[in-house]
């Protein structure tokens, strides 16, 4: 029944498989000579598959885990050095027809604020995310045929492109909504999107169904199989993702894992990203009604073992997450992060004032993001702000091969302290200006190739003189 090249989602999520994986993974959790050779195999950079990785997260025993750790550690820095990428979602409308129990847009929640931006409030949006330095966002809508068609996404992402304030461009809006149709992925994929992200919430089909009572994302086949319609569509770039605390984290892990195995089965191309969500409390949710919460110490356990399981995918986590979580899952292998998010519609232009709330869910990082660079730059990392690859359409396969060469460092590497230099050109508090160019100062050095750091120097100088949006 398993088959991760079919098309059908149950026979390459089977739960058969997966139920398999966990009793396999329990049976050998102890066994030491087992979990050694897959941290070696992990160590080689030759990935895990889910019935590996999973022995990995059922393993307790406390140096194997330290291991597990120091090898995420060792990944992240070998292939993402230690730059992080920054991004903003963008709400665009929170009308939805569908009935997720786990998320305040649902349907049938009548004391919501319920809200779609104009092209105008669009405008104002961006505007202000320009005015911070945003150069990457995540547009999120509800899935409403009628208040929120493809037409209007697709409007919307030609305003977004559209809009130049100051110095200010968004160059890489990635989309969020719902499972669509081929057609429709291959519009996106027309409009210039980024990555085309979208949450299984949950693997497990019976409780998927549970947790979406009504509208059509009821449909768990659907939904699961989105990703191939949308490559199918031309969009190499899919992010993947399950909101923990929905069901048993082993066997969401397990699920995802067998997602990106189908996904390069099928397309040769792996997710470009995956997102690590929790359940978080909104209005009209309570996160201790699912029973399912993880603990911060499983949560980076699940990050590192993304982080060895999938090297080549990178990792994301938003403003759910405290600036506490956020420094303890950072060195296991985050490749990007949302900073200074708002989780309402028309949030960034408007502080919402009113009593009633149109937010998603409550953000616990509430840093401003010269606040979220600066704290960055800190703890030692490159805030990166480039968009570079998608622009060089570097997507898909030729993207995992930048990855595989290990030619990341003279390509990330430079870009993210040219696009640094921009943010503190433009938009930097005069402290974390300061802190930022002894940093790219430090940071131009350890560039390998000496073409490429001669380069680099000159448009870190050129930025000074007012030029911008280079790239590697
Ligand atoms: S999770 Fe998405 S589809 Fe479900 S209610 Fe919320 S906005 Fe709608
Ligand atoms: S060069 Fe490509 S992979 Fe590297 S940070 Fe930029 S967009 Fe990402």
């Avoid at 929120?148 to 559209?162: D, G, M």
């Avoid at 304030?165 to 429709?184: D, M, Y």
């Avoid at 990330?412 to 402290?431: F, G, I, Q, R, V």
Wanted: proline letters at 3%.
């Amino acid at each position: 029944m398993y088959n991760p090249k079919s098309l059908k989602a149950e026979e390459f999520i089977s739960d058969e498989e997966i139920k398999e994986t966990l009793a396999y993974a329990d049976a050998n959790k102890n066994n030491v000579e087992l979990i050694d050779k897959l941290i070696q195999k992990a160590k080689e950079l030759k990935g895990l598959n889910h019935r590996e990785a999973s022995v990995l997260l059922a393993c307790d025993i406390p140096e194997k885990v330290q291991e597990m750790y120091k090898l995420a550690e060792q990944i992240k820095k070998d292939f993402y050095g230690n730059r992080i990428v920054l991004f903003a979602p963008l709400y665009l409308s929170n009308y939805c027809v569908n009935g997720c129990v786990y998320c305040p847009y649902h349907a049938k929640n009548k004391h919501i604020a319920r809200k779609k931006l104009t092209q105008e409030d669009i405008i104002k949006e961006v505007t202000a995310l320009q005015d911070m330095g945003h150069k990457r966002l995540a547009i999120e809508a509800g899935e409403d045929p009628v208040n929120n068609p493809i037409e209007y996404i697709l409007e919307c992402i030609k305003t977004i492109y559209s809009i130049k304030h100051k110095n200010g461009a968004i160059r890489r809006v990635n989309v969020n909504i719902a499972a669509t149709t081929v057609e429709n992925y291959k519009k996106l994929k027309e409009a210039g999107i980024g990555t085309y992200i979208l949450f299984q919430e949950t693997y497990h089909k019976e409780s998927y169904e549970k947790l979406h009572p009504t509208g059509p994302k009821h449909n768990y086949a659907y939904h699961t199989e989105a990703m191939d319609r949308a490559m199918e569509g031309g969009i190499d770039d899919v992010g993947l993702g399950v909101l923990f605390g929905l069901e048993l984290y082993r066997y969401e892990f397990a699920g995802l894992l067998m997602h990106a195995e189908h996904l390069e089965a099928v397309h040769g191309v792996g997710p470009h990203t995956i997102s690590v969500p929790r359940i978080k409390r909104a209005d009209d949710i309570d996160p201790t009604a699912f029973d399912n919460g993880i603990s911060d110490d499983i949560f980076a356990k699940i990050c590192a073992l993304i982080r060895i399981s999938v090297p080549y995918t990178g990792m994301i986590i938003s403003t759910r997450e405290s600036q506490s979580v956020r420094e303890k899952v950072l060195p296991l292998g985050v490749s990007q992060i949302s900073g200074a998010s708002k989780t309402s519609v028309g949030g960034y232009a408007d502080d919402e004032k009113e009593e009633i709330t149109s937010e998603q869910f409550d953000v616990s990082d509430n840093r401003t993001l010269d606040e979220v660079v600066n704290w960055l730059m800190k703890l030692g990392y490159i805030p990166s702000f480039c968009t570079a690859c998608y622009r060089e359409g570097r997507t898909g396969d030729r993207f995992m091969s930048l990855c595989k060469s290990r030619q990341i460092l003279n390509c990330c590497h430079p870009n993210a302290l040219m696009t640094l230099k921009e943010y503190l050109e433009d938009y930097a508090s005069d402290e974390t200006q300061k802190v930022g160019m002894e940093l790219i100062n430090k940071e131009l050095k350890n560039i390998p190739n000496e073409k490429v750091r001669k380069i680099a120097y000159e448009h870190i100088n050129d930025i000074s003189n007012g030029k911008r949006d280079f790239r590697f």
